[in-house]
């Protein structure tokens, strides 16, 4: 099993473009979640999933879009990238638990830099 | 929402002496506490959790204990070793829903040979 990947590893932005972040898992987990990690900030959650057909923001929204595309996939959207948007984005999925929580498997990162 | 703050930022340690990390949080419906270990560009792994209905779980040199009267847990590390280098973060779940995890934001340990 790869478990979680990303792509792409890296990319380089000017101010304004777009881009899609992609993550897949195949660990078939119903939930998945996006996070950007800046220096000194730890891990903020952007948007994140429950379950296939359902999306939620999460504590840092503003600037992306999201989508599950189907139970494996779930892709992250910069509309219009701006330099605050310059961060490790790391996607993740966990199985869903009503009770209790469980563990979050992350995958490599995205180095993402706007100009 | 939940709030989780941990300390310290930084950590250095002498090969072979104890670590330890703090956190707290402020939803009292939180049930579940995960430690991830993150090297560098490398991304977060799980280390050790604990539910609250347990006080203290073990796994090897590694610990976590947790008062939920006093809504904080910690991290204790023996013995360390070089390879325990890392950055260290603590998170809290109230495990409803999709389970969203509320990370603190993160201890710098260095363990010096």
């Known amino acids: 099993n790869a478990g979680v990947t990303q792509t792409p590893k890296f990319q380089v932005l000017k101010t304004g473009q777009s881009m899609t972040l992609q993550c897949a898992q195949d660990m078939n987990h119903n939930s998945m979640y996006w996070y950007r990690q800046d220096p000194g900030m730890g891990l903020r959650l952007i948007y994140y999933s429950a379950s296939e057909g359902t999306t939620d923001k999460g504590e840092v929204p503003n600037g992306y879009n999201v989508s599950r595309l189907n139970k494996r996939e779930f892709s992250l959207r910069l509309e219009s990238a701006a330099p605050s948007q310059t961060s490790v984005y790391f996607c993740?999925?966990?199985?869903?638990?009503?009770?209790?929580?469980?563990?979050?498997?992350f995958g490599p990162g995205t180095r993402l830099t706007v100009t | 929402g939940e709030n989780v703050e941990q300390h310290p930022s930084t950590l250095s340690v002498q090969e072979g002496d104890s670590a330890v990390i703090k956190c707290t949080y402020s939803?009292?419906?939180?049930?579940?506490f995960p430690w991830y270990k993150q090297e560098l560009g490398k991304r977060p792994q799980l280390i050790i959790d604990i539910r609250s209905n347990v006080g203290e779980k073990k796994d090897q040199r590694i610990a976590v204990t947790l008062n939920k009267t006093a809504k904080h847990f910690s991290l204790h590390i023996t013995e360390t070793q070089p390879e325990d280098s890392a950055v260290y973060f603590c998170?809290?779940?109230?495990?409803?829903?999709?389970?969203?995890?509320?990370f603190g934001t993160g201890t710098r340990l260095t363990v010096i040979p």
């Open positions: 939803d009292s419906a939180s049930n579940y």
């Open positions: 993740a999925s966990s199985t869903q638990k009503w009770t209790g929580g469980a563990e979050q498997y």
């Open positions: 998170a809290a779940s109230m495990g409803t829903g999709a389970n969203n995890l509320f």
